[in-house]
């Protein structure tokens, strides 16, 4: 099985540049586990130290967010699109 995962800008200097890879995880957290395996240097922007998602990071599966999908549970099924999106904050001073 196959999950196509994008990689938005503000994550690729942990990926080397990759913008796009496919993985055979079935779940979140096989996902997660895959994708800290390959670039080490993003662990720490997906899971906090308790091993939880960070609190700003959204993923969506399919252009639907995860957490309507039944969240961490959420199986992954053949060709399954995944976009990690890091909540960026700022404003006007």
Known sequence: MSVSVEIPTALRRFTD?????????????EL???LEGRFPGMARHLRDASGQI????NIYVNDEDIRFLGGEAY???????????????????
């Open 32 to 34: 997660f586990t895959e």
């Open 54 to 57: 960070r609190p700003f990071l």
């Open 75 to 93: 199986k992954f099924q053949q060709g399954d699109k995944v976009l990690l999106v890091p909540s960026i904050a700022g404003g006007c001073a």
């Open 17 to 29: 540049g990759v913008a796009k890879l496919d993985c055979t995880a079935t779940t979140l957290n």
